[in-house]
């Protein structure tokens, strides 16, 4: 099996994480996401990950509650998710390390871009905790953020869908798929490919975005050996 790339950065949400119910953890599925991962490792592909928190928390979801203490909330959130991966793959034979935004020495590693480069390099999968560590910013702008300083080729953003539609599939049954897209189209016509920060930096950075489901965890591996599993977007 050979790779497509050097090094990628993926992007999981909280929600994958939670299995069927969407909430939590499953372990199975936790186990199953990480099986793909160490197949990727295997390549000798260098893989980078940044997780959402979704299955515990969502800021924007929190009612009348402060906007800066809800996503404070949802950035432990993935800490607990970004934890859950690295024990998982470290018990599956993957060396793993968790880097937070925000400094919790005492269960992670801060986040320092040479460090992080460093792990990579000897072979550890890294896992990028907190998001950006910053208030109203998504976890799809730390996913961008964090693949452009550690210099990843590609953005795999693994979701439940099976790529990027011109609207809603779940809605209109007769929305077209795109197989390739620019990033300003994205931007231009708002597509949900990720928020309109992240696409930006994604632009301005020529950073490729790959857009495919997660339903099966192996698509991970399809897309790494260049396979038309979603969208590409660059």
Known sequence: MKSAYKRILLKLSGEVLGGEKGFG????????????????????????????????????SSGEMDRTRADNMGMLATVMNS?????????????????????????????????????????????FGCGIGNPYFSTDTAAALRAIEIGADIVFKATNVDGVYDSDPKVNKNAVKYDKLALADVINKELHVMDITAASLCKDNNMPILVFNLENPDNIVAALCGKNVGTIVE
């Open 25 to 60: 953890l499953d372990f199975d599925k936790v186990n199953e996401i990480c099986q793909s991962i160490k197949k990727c490792t295997q390549t000798g592909t260098q893989v980078a990950i940044v997780v959402g928190g979704g299955n515990f928390w969502r800021g924007r």
């Open 83 to 127: 934890l859950a991966l690295c024990d998982t793959l470290i018990a599956s034979g993957v060396p793993a390390v968790v880097q937070t935004a925000i400094e919790m020495r005492k269960i992670a590693e801060p986040f320092v871009q040479t460090e992080a480069v460093k792990h990579l390099n000897e072979g550890k999968v890294v896992i």
